[in-house]
């Protein structure tokens, strides 16, 4: 039996925050309004009874608008006294009186109620007075209230028996709603002031990583991360980023100054040991030694150019890619012929033009050529394409690449197989060249066999005519 993955915990920093408010803010609304919701519905239905009893009573007994004569019709009023038989009621208020049962019993208290409150009435002369009274097999409450004049009195009892509670959705959804609104609002409120931080805080990140799409790592300025308008937070980590980046463009710079340094003081020792070979009799090992010199010479010659590519930012010529490759394979004819290798350049548009540098396009496509030559044998045949796309490929029928090799063939230094002469950098360079034009370089087998190389350039168009 296989177990299905569990979902992982979300990355993003901004669904982390979000997830975590909402779930503090629904644990909280649960337990400001769902919780005292379930309690009042859960407490005990006698303790119940006897509050709604009460204020059916109050709501008629204290409020100005009420009809204490409206009570001998009351619902409430009538199920409670039809499941208690000691069930009684009194309540007076000015000159009205109104009562169901036996007679109050406590209504003489009232001149002591007087006196006994008279301390504690305010300046409007309000007072008020409540308690329960334990009559042994049954509790009475007693009430007494004076305000601006009106006295009221009520006496209730005999409320022994629980009758049951409403049933009604409706009329608990609003008594829901009525209980626990503050609550609610409050809630919704935060939520929505979180969701604004957190929106906020996303699009300041947004910002941040547009920023960073937006860098070109191919010119000198505009590569490090903006650290204005972002949250404290975020800002002291993209300056620590930024800093890292300043660390590694001065540690690239010392290490490309070095390399250009080395090949270039190289090359004035390398002339004068060229000279002094040439003046040793001829014999076999002046032959070899001459074809070492020469492949000294011309790694010396790949690294400057290397380094001379890295470097340029600029793109200052319109290069037709169309005549450049015919240069190209008119260059490469006489050795083409020398190893017995027809080549063939088919063009789809009769100009195509980029913007570039003609020297490092004229490199580019010579580099594909020559390690397309140096794979092929007698008899094989290399075809060179241009289409109206700016796709220029060279397509050879050589063995082909291992496909752990078609990408690592463009490192300095890759060669495949790695026993093959040369020194690695021709496709490095190809690579360089397209970086700085904004292109790319691939390499795939092809299906019948041999290998396609192909150079894609950005916003090739035919010449605009004069």
Known sequence: MRLRAITPWPRS?????????????????????????????????????????????LNEAISPEGDIASLAGSAVLEEVAAVNEKFRYYVRRGGEE?????????????????????????????????????????TTWVSFRSDHGVETYYEISGVDTAIEGPTNMFTEAIFFWWTTRDALIAGGGVLLIAFIVLLLAARSLRTLARA????????DDHRLLPEQGLPAEVATLVRAINEMIRRVEAAHEEQEMFLATAAHELRTPMAVLRTRLEELPESN??????????????????????MQIRNSHELPDR??????AR????DRAPLSIARGVDIE???????????????????????LVDNAISFSKSGDNLKVRVDNTGRVSVSDCGPGIPNDDLERIFEPFAKSPPNRHGHGLGLAIVRAVMTAHGGEVSARNADGGGA?????FRNASPPQLA
């Open 327 to 330: 240069d190209v394979v008119a």
């Open 98 to 138: 109104a009562s169901f049962g036996p007679p109050p019993q406590h209504l003489a208290k009232i001149p002591r109620l007087r006196t006994m409150l008279a301390d504690t009435q305010d300046e409007a002369g309000r007072m008020y007075w409540s308690s329960t009274i334990d009559e042994g097999d049954t």
């Open 13 to 57: 920093l901004i669904a982390r925050m979000t997830l975590l408010s909402i779930v503090f803010l629904v644990l909280a609304l649960s337990w400001f309004t769902i919780v005292p919701y379930w309690r009042f519905f859960n407490e005990d239905p006698l303790s119940l009874t006897q509050g709604n009893v009460r204020t059916e009573i």
């Open 345 to 367: 350049l088919d063009a789809v548009p009769n100009s195509l033009v980029v913007n570039g540098h003609r020297g490092l396009v004229g490199v580019a496509i010579a580099n």
């Open 212 to 219: 960073a799409d937006a860098i070109d790592a191919t010119t």
């Open 285 to 306: 090992t002046k032959e070899v030694l001459r074809d070492d010199v020469r492949r000294m010479a011309s790694l010396v010659d790949q690294l400057l150019r290397l």
């Open 319 to 324: 290069v037709d890619l169309v005549a450049t």
């Open 452 to 456: 396609d190389f192909a150079l894609q």
